[in-house]
């Protein structure tokens, strides 16, 4: 079973930058689409940006021009660096796969202060 680990949340304050990365445990990440999700307090979890294995990206409009998904497949690793960061990006951010999803992750926790 494919074990997927976020990392690289934490404290920031408004107009910052985080990167996250998640690493999966297998090699089934490189062949697929894999995305970002994240899930705010007392709302339902999103879609924030998802890649192919052959790099076509697409965003949500809520992040779109402040974050760049990415990844390395060689390395069964994705990324998402979110620059320009507000508050309302407060939320515990997870990595799964888009058309299938495989038991969450713990996910990290990014808080933009104002």
């Known amino acids: 079973q494919v074990q997927l680990v976020e990392s690289g949340g934490g404290l920031v304050q408004a107009g910052g930058s985080l990167r996250l990365s998640c690493a999966a445990s297998?090699?089934?990440?490189?062949?697929?689409?894999m995305g970002w999700y994240r899930q705010a307090p007392g709302k339902q979890r999103e879609l924030v940006a998802h890649i192919t294995s052959a790099g076509y990206t697409n965003y949500a409009d809520s992040v779109k021009g402040r974050f760049t998904i990415s990844r390395d497949n060689a390395k069964n690793t994705m990324y998402l660096q979110m620059n320009s960061l507000k508050p309302e990006d407060t939320a515990v951010y997870y990595c799964?796969?888009?058309?299938?999803?495989?038991?969450w992750g713990q996910g990290t926790q990014v808080t933009v202060s104002s």
């Open positions: 799964n796969f888009f058309n299938f999803k495989v038991p």
């Open positions: 297998r090699s089934i990440f490189s062949h697929n689409i």
